[in-house]
Antibody, heavy 124, light 110 residues
Framework: QVQLQESGPGLVKPSETLSLTCTVS?????????WGWIRQPPGKGLEWIGSLHHSGNTYYNPSLKSRVTISVDTSKNQFSLNLSSVTATDTAVYYCARGANDSRGYRLYYMDVWGKGTTVTVSS | QSALTQPRSVSGSPGQSVTISCTGT?????????VCWYQQHPGKAPKVMIYDVSERPSGVPDRFSGSKSGNTASLTISGLQAEDEADYYCCSYAGSYTLIFGGGTKLTVL
Protein backbone atom coordinates (compact mmCIF):
# COMPACT_ATOMS: atom_id res chain seq x y z
CA GLN A 1 0.00 0.00 0.00
CA VAL A 2 1.36 3.37 -0.99
CA GLN A 3 2.60 5.71 1.74
CA LEU A 4 3.89 9.27 1.56
CA GLN A 5 6.21 10.96 4.04
CA GLU A 6 7.18 14.62 4.07
CA SER A 7 10.58 15.73 5.33
CA GLY A 8 12.57 18.93 5.58
CA PRO A 9 13.53 21.79 7.88
CA GLY A 10 10.92 22.87 10.37
CA LEU A 11 12.27 26.42 10.51
CA VAL A 12 13.14 28.66 7.58
CA LYS A 13 14.31 32.28 7.69
CA PRO A 14 12.42 35.02 5.86
CA SER A 15 13.58 35.59 2.27
CA GLU A 16 15.14 32.14 2.10
CA THR A 17 13.93 29.09 0.17
CA LEU A 18 11.73 26.45 1.76
CA SER A 19 12.65 22.97 0.57
CA LEU A 20 10.65 19.85 1.33
CA THR A 21 10.81 16.29 0.08
CA CYS A 22 8.07 13.69 -0.18
CA THR A 23 9.27 10.08 -0.10
CA VAL A 24 6.88 7.61 -1.67
CA SER A 25 6.88 3.96 -0.68
CA UNK A 26 4.87 1.14 -2.17
CA UNK A 27 4.66 2.61 -5.66
CA UNK A 28 7.01 3.98 -8.30
CA UNK A 29 6.34 7.68 -8.93
CA UNK A 30 7.30 7.38 -12.59
CA UNK A 31 4.67 4.69 -13.21
CA UNK A 32 1.58 6.85 -12.87
CA UNK A 33 -0.55 9.38 -11.00
CA UNK A 34 -0.35 13.06 -10.21
CA TRP A 35 1.65 13.95 -7.10
CA GLY A 36 0.90 17.18 -5.29
CA TRP A 37 1.72 19.60 -2.53
CA ILE A 38 -0.93 21.27 -0.37
CA ARG A 39 -0.45 23.53 2.63
CA GLN A 40 -2.54 24.66 5.58
CA PRO A 41 -1.60 27.76 7.62
CA PRO A 42 -2.32 27.51 11.35
CA GLY A 43 -6.06 27.58 11.96
CA LYS A 44 -6.81 28.17 8.30
CA GLY A 45 -7.92 26.29 5.22
CA LEU A 46 -6.19 24.20 2.60
CA GLU A 47 -4.28 25.73 -0.29
CA TRP A 48 -3.12 23.81 -3.34
CA ILE A 49 0.49 24.62 -4.19
CA GLY A 50 1.04 22.50 -7.26
CA SER A 51 1.18 19.04 -8.78
CA LEU A 52 3.52 16.88 -10.77
CA HIS A 53 2.36 14.41 -13.41
CA HIS A 54 4.27 11.14 -13.55
CA SER A 55 5.49 12.15 -17.01
CA GLY A 56 7.30 15.09 -15.41
CA ASN A 57 4.88 17.88 -16.31
CA THR A 58 4.23 20.33 -13.52
CA TYR A 59 1.24 22.52 -12.69
CA TYR A 60 1.19 25.35 -10.18
CA ASN A 61 -1.23 27.56 -8.28
CA PRO A 62 -1.18 30.84 -10.24
CA SER A 63 -0.84 32.84 -7.02
CA LEU A 64 2.36 31.00 -6.08
CA LYS A 65 3.72 30.14 -9.51
CA SER A 66 6.51 32.72 -9.51
CA ARG A 67 8.02 31.23 -6.33
CA VAL A 68 7.32 27.49 -6.67
CA THR A 69 9.22 24.63 -8.23
CA ILE A 70 8.20 21.00 -7.95
CA SER A 71 10.69 18.41 -9.12
CA VAL A 72 11.13 14.66 -9.05
CA ASP A 73 13.99 12.30 -8.27
CA THR A 74 12.93 8.94 -9.67
CA SER A 75 16.09 7.22 -8.42
CA LYS A 76 15.01 7.96 -4.85
CA ASN A 77 11.27 7.76 -5.59
CA GLN A 78 10.85 11.25 -4.19
CA PHE A 79 9.35 14.52 -5.32
CA SER A 80 10.27 17.88 -3.89
CA LEU A 81 8.92 21.36 -3.29
CA ASN A 82 10.97 24.53 -3.40
CA LEU A 83 9.28 27.78 -2.38
CA SER A 84 11.48 30.84 -2.66
CA SER A 85 11.46 34.22 -0.92
CA VAL A 86 9.37 33.00 1.97
CA THR A 87 7.64 35.25 4.48
CA ALA A 88 5.72 34.59 7.67
CA THR A 89 2.59 33.97 5.60
CA ASP A 90 4.21 30.80 4.27
CA THR A 91 4.14 29.29 7.76
CA ALA A 92 1.95 26.20 7.46
CA VAL A 93 1.60 22.46 7.63
CA TYR A 94 2.74 21.17 4.27
CA TYR A 95 1.23 17.97 2.91
CA CYS A 96 2.24 15.86 -0.03
CA ALA A 97 -0.49 13.77 -1.63
CA ARG A 98 -1.29 11.52 -4.55
CA GLY A 99 -3.97 12.28 -7.08
CA ALA A 100 -6.65 9.63 -7.34
CA ASN A 101 -7.11 7.06 -10.09
CA ASP A 102 -10.66 6.12 -10.99
CA SER A 103 -12.79 5.25 -14.00
CA ARG A 104 -11.74 8.54 -15.61
CA GLY A 105 -8.06 7.73 -15.18
CA TYR A 106 -5.48 9.67 -13.23
CA ARG A 107 -7.04 12.65 -11.49
CA LEU A 108 -5.32 15.93 -10.73
CA TYR A 109 -7.96 17.71 -8.73
CA TYR A 110 -8.61 15.33 -5.87
CA MET A 111 -6.19 13.32 -3.74
CA ASP A 112 -6.81 9.98 -2.13
CA VAL A 113 -3.52 9.33 -0.32
CA TRP A 114 -1.90 11.93 1.89
CA GLY A 115 1.21 12.18 3.98
CA LYS A 116 0.87 13.12 7.64
CA GLY A 117 2.12 16.63 6.98
CA THR A 118 5.12 18.56 8.22
CA THR A 119 5.07 21.91 10.00
CA VAL A 120 7.22 24.68 8.58
CA THR A 121 7.66 27.95 10.42
CA VAL A 122 9.12 31.02 8.75
CA SER A 123 10.86 33.13 11.34
CA SER A 124 14.19 34.78 11.95
CA GLN B 1 -7.99 32.48 -7.76
CA SER B 2 -10.09 33.21 -4.66
CA ALA B 3 -11.02 30.43 -2.27
CA LEU B 4 -14.45 28.91 -2.69
CA THR B 5 -16.96 30.26 -0.15
CA GLN B 6 -18.17 27.99 2.63
CA PRO B 7 -20.01 28.78 5.86
CA ARG B 8 -17.61 28.99 8.77
CA SER B 9 -19.62 26.60 10.87
CA VAL B 10 -22.69 24.37 10.91
CA SER B 11 -24.14 22.21 13.62
CA GLY B 12 -26.68 19.46 14.14
CA SER B 13 -27.81 16.89 16.63
CA PRO B 14 -27.14 13.17 16.31
CA GLY B 15 -29.47 11.60 13.76
CA GLN B 16 -30.22 14.88 12.04
CA SER B 17 -29.06 16.02 8.61
CA VAL B 18 -26.85 18.97 7.80
CA THR B 19 -25.89 20.56 4.51
CA ILE B 20 -22.71 22.48 3.81
CA SER B 21 -22.59 24.80 0.82
CA CYS B 22 -19.65 25.70 -1.37
CA THR B 23 -19.99 28.66 -3.72
CA GLY B 24 -17.63 29.40 -6.54
CA THR B 25 -17.88 30.83 -10.03
CA UNK B 26 -18.50 29.67 -13.56
CA UNK B 27 -14.72 29.24 -13.86
CA UNK B 28 -14.59 26.53 -11.23
CA UNK B 29 -17.61 24.96 -9.50
CA UNK B 30 -20.07 26.04 -12.16
CA UNK B 31 -17.88 25.14 -15.09
CA UNK B 32 -17.06 21.51 -14.36
CA UNK B 33 -18.50 18.40 -12.79
CA UNK B 34 -15.33 18.15 -10.77
CA VAL B 35 -16.15 19.05 -7.18
CA CYS B 36 -14.85 17.11 -4.21
CA TRP B 37 -15.26 17.22 -0.45
CA TYR B 38 -12.71 16.41 2.25
CA GLN B 39 -13.20 15.63 5.92
CA GLN B 40 -10.39 16.64 8.26
CA HIS B 41 -10.19 15.76 11.93
CA PRO B 42 -7.89 17.84 14.18
CA GLY B 43 -4.23 17.10 13.57
CA LYS B 44 -4.99 14.70 10.75
CA ALA B 45 -4.64 14.77 6.99
CA PRO B 46 -7.77 15.37 4.91
CA LYS B 47 -9.79 12.40 3.68
CA VAL B 48 -11.80 12.56 0.47
CA MET B 49 -15.50 11.90 1.04
CA ILE B 50 -17.02 12.91 -2.30
CA TYR B 51 -15.59 13.43 -5.78
CA ASP B 52 -17.06 14.38 -9.15
CA VAL B 53 -19.87 16.23 -7.34
CA SER B 54 -21.67 13.17 -6.02
CA GLU B 55 -19.46 10.08 -6.22
CA ARG B 56 -18.37 8.34 -3.02
CA PRO B 57 -15.03 6.54 -2.74
CA SER B 58 -15.29 2.99 -1.46
CA GLY B 59 -15.54 2.89 2.30
CA VAL B 60 -17.33 6.22 2.67
CA PRO B 61 -20.76 5.77 4.26
CA ASP B 62 -23.77 6.52 2.08
CA ARG B 63 -24.82 9.04 4.72
CA PHE B 64 -22.55 11.41 2.82
CA SER B 65 -23.93 12.79 -0.43
CA GLY B 66 -23.06 15.60 -2.79
CA SER B 67 -24.87 17.75 -5.31
CA LYS B 68 -24.43 20.88 -7.36
CA SER B 69 -26.61 23.61 -8.77
CA GLY B 70 -25.05 26.34 -10.84
CA ASN B 71 -22.02 27.75 -9.06
CA THR B 72 -22.87 26.17 -5.70
CA ALA B 73 -22.06 22.66 -4.58
CA SER B 74 -23.42 21.04 -1.44
CA LEU B 75 -22.43 18.25 0.91
CA THR B 76 -25.23 16.66 2.91
CA ILE B 77 -24.58 14.42 5.88
CA SER B 78 -27.62 12.51 7.05
CA GLY B 79 -28.00 10.54 10.26
CA LEU B 80 -25.32 12.63 11.97
CA GLN B 81 -22.94 10.74 14.20
CA ALA B 82 -20.48 12.01 16.77
CA GLU B 83 -17.52 10.98 14.62
CA ASP B 84 -18.72 13.26 11.82
CA GLU B 85 -17.60 16.25 13.88
CA ALA B 86 -14.71 17.64 11.84
CA ASP B 87 -13.74 20.33 9.36
CA TYR B 88 -15.02 19.93 5.82
CA TYR B 89 -13.43 21.43 2.72
CA CYS B 90 -14.78 21.54 -0.78
CA CYS B 91 -12.51 21.57 -3.78
CA SER B 92 -13.02 22.16 -7.46
CA TYR B 93 -11.12 21.87 -10.70
CA ALA B 94 -10.53 25.42 -11.89
CA GLY B 95 -9.32 24.88 -15.43
CA SER B 96 -5.82 24.86 -16.93
CA TYR B 97 -4.74 22.02 -14.67
CA THR B 98 -5.40 23.94 -11.46
CA LEU B 99 -7.59 23.32 -8.48
CA ILE B 100 -9.01 25.42 -5.69
CA PHE B 101 -10.23 24.73 -2.16
CA GLY B 102 -12.98 26.22 -0.07
CA GLY B 103 -12.26 28.04 3.16
CA GLY B 104 -13.55 25.18 5.28
CA THR B 105 -16.58 24.55 7.50
CA LYS B 106 -16.47 23.35 11.08
CA LEU B 107 -19.20 20.82 11.77
CA THR B 108 -20.26 20.50 15.38
CA VAL B 109 -22.39 17.56 16.48
CA LEU B 110 -24.41 18.82 19.42
Amino acid sequence: QVQLQESGPGLVKPSETLSLTCTVSGYSISSGFYWGWIRQPPGKGLEWIGSLHHSGNTYYNPSLKSRVTISVDTSKNQFSLNLSSVTATDTAVYYCARGANDSRGYRLYYMDVWGKGTTVTVSS
Amino acid sequence: QSALTQPRSVSGSPGQSVTISCTGTSSDVGGYQYVCWYQQHPGKAPKVMIYDVSERPSGVPDRFSGSKSGNTASLTISGLQAEDEADYYCCSYAGSYTLIFGGGTKLTVL
